[in-house]
């Protein structure tokens, strides 16, 4: 699994460079729909109406994708055909299709998460270069092959960087790594991964 995380960010910077080569690095600006504009009083603080929008697409997406995975049939083949595909073949699925479809998903997931991005950062070919060693991380902080250690991770890891950049931001860029050298000097598979 580490060796397929580590193709697919490695293929991620390659496009990203082939992008940059051919449009440069200069952003475009992405509008806020009209009825998400604005701005709600939450009383210890003011919280932009696209972003609380962003908050409850997001979470909604995540547990809808844990529960197909951890609760469905397709996603007990889907786990069984990641752990042995020889034997999920044998009930007459078709592993390199599922797997293919998956990998599919996962990028119709990125590309949605870029358009909720868009209007909170300008879209440029290098607008997921500063998340994506970050996602590495919570990942591996989660434990590999755990979709609610990656949710639950991601969720954890968003407040504890959002509370360094306000009481200490020097280091805000670093804290993720900090604590991802931690967990894996206690718990070499992640918070949540399986123990081998």
Same mark, same amino acid.
């Given at each position: 699994?580490?060796?397929?995380?580590? +193709?697919?960010?490695?293929?991620? +910077?390659?496009?990203?460079?082939?992008? !940059?080569?051919?449009?440069?690095?200069?952003? +475009?600006?992405?509008?806020?729909p009209e009825l998400l504009e604005g701005a709600t009083d939450l009383g210890? *603080? *003011?919280?932009?109406?696209? !972003?609380?929008?962003?908050?409850?697409?997001?979470?909604t997406v995540c547990l809808a994708t844990w529960f197909?995975?951890?609760?469905?049939r397709l996603g007990a083949y889907l786990r069984a055909g990641t752990e042995n595909p020889r034997l999920v073949e044998a009930f007459g699925v078709n592993v390199p299709v599922m797997i293919t479809l998956t990998y599919a998903f996962g990028a119709g997931l990125a590309a949605f998460a870029g358009v909720l991005a868009a209007?909170?950062?300008?879209?440029?070919?290098? *607008?997921?270069?500063?998340?994506?060693?970050v996602v590495f991380a919570v990942v591996v902080i989660g434990g590999m092959g755990s979709i609610m250690g990656a949710i639950l991770t991601g969720l954890g890891l968003g407040v504890i960087e959002g509370l360094t950049k306000v009481f200490y931001p020097q280091a805000s860029s670093t804290v993720v790594f900090v604590i991802m050298v931690i967990v894996? +000097?206690? !718990?070499p598979a992640g918070l949540f991964g399986k123990e081998k």
């Open positions: 699994h580490l060796y397929g995380l580590l +193709l697919t960010l490695g293929l991620s +910077l390659l496009i990203e460079g082939l992008f !940059r080569s051919v449009y440069g690095v200069s952003g +475009l600006g992405y509008d806020t210890f *603080m *003011m919280l932009p109406n696209y !972003r609380a929008w962003v908050v409850l697409a997001s979470v197909v995975i951890e609760k469905t209007p909170v950062y300008q879209v440029t070919p290098l *607008m997921g270069q500063n998340l994506i060693i894996l +000097l206690i !718990r």
